[in-house]
């Protein structure tokens, strides 16, 4: 098994295929799953990418893999964009790892997923293992927000009970919780005047961002946030104003984001920074006492879950990351995934981890070893349904 699957990862790997462009990768998979036994007629690529409208190339590629044993249906997840660093990556073994020889990223995540994935649906399929009806869900653009697996439709999926999603580092971790996030905009509009003549007349939209600023940071929401039990995080992310020196600055458009596992408590940083940018533009004023406006849009890009651990999909993870011998680490991450739009739209699904460390840098890499555990865990989430 351990030699197909080694193939598999590192035809997935040289495979270009950033957010929103993953046609090659699509085309790659379907070729992989007819080869390792799949029917045609089980696969077939969604519409998400029409619906989305961002110009994406295609929708998410779904198998509908009917069962040999009458069991409830389960599904398997990974994405299939990488984020651009890894645009032009050509993977090569280096000892016991797998990495990228240029200065790219490697695109283990999540291509080491959707590996994972295609040599555990191999050693079924050839060596004819007992299973149950399985859907196969590789999605697109998970890089730049998620949306593959906000967009899919679950009766394509045909309505599995749970999912397994492949998408982490350590194999022994099982991610049961991930953070909610969202952004914000503020777009700030003062008065431009002559900055020698009348600067008085004026009304500097860039003095107004940084009263706002400094009065989030004063009641302690820049940054890392920690009040009492709750806890999170806001960052400032970009800063475009003004057309010159000589100008009272007229407009400026700040944006940002926040995090935290509690989505009660994005909600609230969210509120500190629309208040802070809302008071800021009134405490800026002319001579004639006019002052400045800020129109504040959010938007939340995912939201926080937490499986509790007898949830039956954690159960079987439990059970089938020990049958390899590994220790099982239940655990909440501090970053999104596509568990997120899973769970939150009530599909109970376990993320696990694939051997690639360090995503999203030039220095990622695949742990071999890993990846065939991961290969191996996924053997006996499948043929664990019957027992549990
Ligand atoms: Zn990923």
Redesign the pocket.
Known sequence: MNKRAQMHLMELLAVEGVAGHEAAVSDLLRKKLVEVGCKEDWIFSDDAHLRLGNGFEVGNLIVQMPGTLNLPRICFSA?MDTVPLCKGAVPIIQGDRVVSRGDTGLGG??RAGCAAIVSAIEEVLKKSIPHPPITLLFTIA?ENGLHGSGAVQFSDLGHPVMGFNL?GQDPSEIIIGAMSAARWEAKIKGKSSHAGLEPQKGISAGLIAAKALSAVEEKGFFGQIKKGQKCGTSNVGKMCGGEASNQVMDQMVVSGECRSHDPVFVEKIIDVYRTCFLDAAKRVTNDTGECGDVEFVTQSDYRAFRLSESEPCVQRAIKAVEAVGLNPVPMAIDAGLDANNFNEKGFPVVTLGTGTYR?HTTDEYILLNEYFQICKILLHVIQSGGVL
């Open positions: 994405h995540d999540d998970e998408d995503f």
